[in-house]
């Protein structure tokens, strides 16, 4: 099989010798614009706020804010339910551009778990993954941002082992990468990639729907972990 892991390829001069620099196993995140947008937007952020009333709050590694139970593809409301039925298509492109996949996966295979956060000002979330058996991708949708420079940037973090533990004053070139917020726009990436949400400075209540998924196809077992999905515990069971 043909290799299809990327890599950048930088190559320059130095005096009379020939310097090639490979950025070797990339992490593939996907950025999605969503067109329509702004057209769905006021009922998805009617039905999560009023979500907010009526479910209490998970403690995950949010610091402040409502952070709603994982059921939110379960959930009847229209909005959030077109919302929840838009994501496997996009989980596939972006498997397709992770993996040495001969097929593209099938999109109606992919299993999900959805929730909503709604942060106030201050309110952020620590440094975490969300790498667990059967859990192979991880996304955020930017549902309301509350406006420009009002901070709430997620900081993707370089998790490899030497980066956690190196201690050095000359800092690595790429320790961390910052996504500015922006309404409409959904990014998609391994569970594995470490990440944190900057405290919120706007006023507004910040709104952003996040996910994990699995796909029969891809599957990760995480050792001393249990299984997340009761289609994995069931494919474990069998080759246990």
């Not at 620099?21 to 006021?42: G, K």
Request: proline share 8%; glycine share 6%.
């Amino acid at each position: 099989m043909q290799n299809r892991y990327h890599f950048a390829r930088f190559a320059y001069c130095f005096g009379e010798n020939m310097h090639e620099v490979l950025s070797l196993f990339p992490s593939q995140v996907l950025r999605v614009t969503w067109p329509d947008a702004a057209e769905f937007a006021p009922g998805l952020i009617a039905e999560v706020l009023q979500l907010r009333q009526q479910l209490p709050s998970a403690s995950k590694t949010n610091v402040g804010g409502w952070h709603s139970p994982s059921v939110l593809q379960e959930r009847p409301e229209p909005a959030i339910s077109r919302f929840v039925s838009q994501i496997p298509a996009h989980l596939s492109v972006w498997a397709q551009h992770y993996f040495a996949i001969d097929t593209p996966l099938d999109p109606s295979l992919w299993q999900l778990e959805v929730w909503a956060n709604c942060n106030e000002t201050g309110h952020f979330n620590k440094a975490h993954d969300h790498f667990r058996s059967g859990v192979v991708v991880s996304g955020f949708y930017y549902l309301r941002c509350g406006g420009d420079d009002v901070g709430g940037e997620t900081v993707f973090i370089n998790q490899q082992s030497c980066p956690l533990n190196i201690h050095s004053p000359v800092p690595l070139r790429e320790q961390s990468f910052s996504v500015t917020p922006q309404d409409g726009d959904m990014y998609i990436f391994p569970s594995w990639l470490g990440h944190r949400v900057n405290p919120y400075r706007g006023s507004a209540t910040r709104i952003s729907l996040a996910f994990n998924a699995s796909h029969p196809a891809l599957q990760v077992v995480k050792k001393t972990d249990k299984p997340r999905f009761s289609a994995i515990r069931k494919i474990l069971r069998k080759i246990s």
